[in-house]
């Protein structure tokens, strides 16, 4: 099972996102990614996490979420009508001209953008669902990882299921 | 919009939630407040300590049903009153805490008494604040007693730096605070409600159990004319006491680690179990897997987190307890078509166990389960206890009968040895006219008993009852039993001379070696206008039974130690 996805609206004030992580940490939820963004309202942000939880502590999670004065919404995102997305910033160490050639070419197949490049590296930025982040991390861990950062998942779903009102 | 300062906003903040007591210690970051409070009509209770200060405004709440006010500066002031937050949080207690906090421009650069408090009552309150201007002042107060006294109770704090108080701003009162991500959800759902009573109805064994959520919302006579109807024993959980008389013949008095025979063994045996605003604490179910295994529950709450928090249940039932069982009482009237044999319910005197008390003394001591019982017969009906934590408070649960809700109060969740005291002269503050007990024991009187100087000074004269055994008896008590006699860390033997520190006070002591000679103490306590310490030296080597050992079922429960 892949990890679940959870999308919550809360109010956009300082320390709130302090609360969040605050509950996680004293309910014992251990949590994968977290992103936050305020909305087209900058009342309010979305926050999505991804866990890896069975039913009764993600069920716990999302109550104890619920129950927060400052969130507005949760959910549970389907995970068959959803989109995720996370994007990864990689640099690799191509001295090497056959590190260079394979780089260029995994970065090409996975529809990657070439941000920066020189003598020594390249900086490549990975946009996909975390699995595909994580088979293309496994392809270029032989070329060399000089750094890299991922964004964590932010997810939305399909068609007529939304998360606000 | 007028202008005035902040304090005075602040003031008249506290007065449009009609606050008549504030419990609280002054401190430079307060001065503004304080200098205001000059002015107005509310009674500032001087504590000696914060935590006791917190302490006595949940004790106040509780007895009052009404939000509970205390008061610290910042730095220590305010980290002191985190147990007493954290006591008033996990019991659903509504208490307000107003800290003052250094100025804005030096908040962030570890100043002279600064401590992020926001950061450290976070996982401790309902809601905490800091407010940023003058003018937030009546919204951030008006924002704190709504969320403190509404839902699920709790505790909320509100930290005002110094210059928001000092500063004028253009004031407007609010009439209303709204959160959107605060739902209130008291009126239960009609199908969960058909569902439940469905269940409740076809019932052949049912039981109750009530939670402190009764006593919260004042459906104690809708539990028991419903009891009554279904013909159900009902017990309590620690913090249900008071919710259902212990003198009706449903009592099955306490359930749990210390609960009774006949709650402890009934329990596991009902088909149905309805469990009405009680959060399943492990004190109160034991081993989850042997509490109720072949039973259907049934639980009610107004916090929808709790549903399957701690024991998975067949159906619940979400809203207020009162409004709940209204709507299941009616229903289950409906639907019930047959006569309940009184077999069920005849069975609580099967499990019964008579204590026996022909013995008044053991050896030099008298025995806490007499003496507390004692105690109930001196009081009249209505007269208010507070408890400590341990062995007084597991003796007073059992033996201490409680008749009406908010007469019995005790830190059940987190079980703050040290709360019983300033709680009981909160209580009294509540309640002036009527007799407020402390049953405590020595260890625990020790933590507050600073507060014996506020209980004296604003002549709130609660009386102390101190079981006296030089230990800290409940640890002893599982060192006894489960550690081979091995006592670690637990033998008081510089406890002071209660009678001589009560003296010291002003206040008046006692010690009694008769059961005599303690009815007529706690006569002469009734009548006193000053406060009064009743010294009762109890055999540190008396346990508390019955008992489940940790780690096993309601179904393992001992009458005798060994």
């Known amino acids: 099972m892949p990890p679940s996805t959870v999308s919550f609206l809360v109010e956009n004030q300082p ?11 004293r309910r014992g939820f251990n949590i994968d990614s977290i992103t936050v963004g305020a909305l087209e309202n900058s009342n309010y942000s979305r926050m999505t996490i991804t866990v890896d939880a069975d039913a009764k502590t993600l069920h716990n999670l999302i109550e104890q979420l619920d129950k927060m004065l ?43 953008l070439i941000l920066d490049i020189d003598d020594e590296n390249i900086i490549a930025e990975i946009t996909g669902e975390p699995e595909e982040l994580d088979q293309f991390l496994g392809y270029v861990r032989g070329i060399g990882i000089v750094e890299m950062s991922r964004t964590g998942v932010t997810a939305i779903e399909k068609g007529r299921l939304m998360l606000g009102e | 919009m007028t202008e005035m300062i902040g304090a005075k906003a602040f003031v008249r903040s506290l007065e449009r939630e009609g606050v008549e007591h504030i419990f609280g210690i002054s401190g430079g970051a307060l001065i503004p407040i304080c200098d205001e409070l000059l002015d107005s009509d509310m009674r500032f209770i001087l504590a000696r300590h914060e935590q006791g200060a917190a302490h006595m405004a949940d004790g106040y709440a509780r007895v009052l049903n009404k939000v509970g006010v205390c008061m610290a500066t910042s730095g220590p002031g305010a980290t002191n009153l985190v ?16 800290t003052g906090q250094v100025n804005r421009d030096v908040i962030g650069s570890d100043g002279f008494q600064e401590c992020d408090i926001i950061g450290v009552s976070a996982s401790v309150t309902k809601y905490n604040v800091q407010v940023r201007a003058p003018e937030e002042i009546p919204y951030a107060v008006k924002t704190a007693f709504h969320i403190a006294n509404t839902g699920r109770k709790g505790a909320v704090l509100v930290d005002i730096p110094k210059d928001c108080t000092t500063l004028s701003g253009n004031i407007e009162f609010p009439e209303k605070v709204e959160f959107r991500g605060y739902r209130l959800n008291p009126e239960p759902d009609p199908h969960e409600l058909d569902w439940a009573a ?9 039981l109750i159990m009530a939670g402190g959520g009764v006593i919260a919302s004042g459906a104690s006579p809708e539990l028991v004319e419903l009891a009554e109807f279904l013909m159900a024993p009902t017990a309590t959980s620690l913090m249900g006491k008071g919710g259902f008389p212990n003198d009706h013949p449903l009592s099955l ?15 596991p045996k009902s ?24 039973t259907k529950i049934i639980h009610v709450d107004i916090d929808r987190s709790e549903i399957d928090k701690n024991v998975e249940v067949m159906t619940r039932v979400v809203g207020d307890a009162k409004r709940a069982l209204q709507g299941l009482t009616e229903r289950v009237k409906r639907l019930r078509t047959w006569e309940p044999t009184t077999e069920w319910r005849d069975r609580i005197t099967e499990f019964r166990r008579v204590y026996d008390f022909e013995n008044e003394n053991n050896g030099p001591y008298l025995r806490a389960p007499v003496v507390i019982r004692a105690l109930r017969e001196e009081l009249p009906r209505d007269a208010i206890a507070t408890t400590e934590v341990g062995q007084n408070q597991m003796w007073a649960a059992l033996h201490f009968d409680a008749y009406t809700p908010r007469t019995f109060h005790t830190s059940g969740g987190l079980g703050t040895m040290g709360w019983g005291f300033p709680a009981s002269i909160g209580a009294k503050a509540a309640k002036p006219n009527v007799p407020v007990v402390d049953i405590a024991g020595d260890g625990s009187f020790g933590m507050t008993e600073n507060s014996l100087a506020t209980a004296v000074e604003e002549e709130l004269p609660v009386i102390v009852v101190v079981l006296n055994n030089n230990v800290l008896g409940m640890v002893a008590q599982w060192q006894r039993l489960f550690y081979d006699r091995r006592y670690s860390a637990v033998k008081l033997k510089g406890t002071p001379d ?38 009762v030296p109890i055999d540190p080597d008396e346990n508390v039974m019955p008992m489940v050992p940790p780690g096993m079922g309601l179904k393992d429960t001992l009458m005798e130690a060994d």
């Open chain 2, 83 to 98: 147990t007493g937050l954290a006591s008033a949080q996990i019991d659903s207690s509504p208490v307000a805490a107003f």
């Open chain 1, 15 to 25: 320390g709130v996102l302090f609360k969040v992580s605050n509950l996680f940490r």
């Open chain 2, 498 to 535: 209660f009678v001589k520190l009560a003296d010291a006070y002003g206040a008046e002591g006692v010690r009694v070696e008769t059961m005599k000679d303690f009815r007529a103490a706690v006569r002469r306590g009734i009548k006193a206008d000053v406060p009064t310490v009743i010294d």
């Open chain 2, 271 to 294: 088909d149905v179990l309805l469990v009405v605003g009680s959060r399943f604490s492990d004190r109160t179910t034991g081993r989850i897997a042997d509490f109720a295994p072949n």
């Open chain 2, 198 to 206: 469905k269940i409740l109805a076809e019932a052949e064994r049912p």
């Open chain 1, 70 to 112: 400052e969130v507005i919404k949760v959910k549970r995102l389907d995970p068959l009508r959803t989109v995720r997305r996370e994007m990864l910033l990689v640099k690799l160490g191509t001295i090497d001209p056959m590190a260079r050639e394979d780089a260029l070419r995994y970065i090409n197949n996975q529809h990657g």
């Open chain 2, 253 to 267: 008095g306490l359930c749990g680690m210390h609960g009774t025979m006949e709650a402890n063994m009934m329990v």
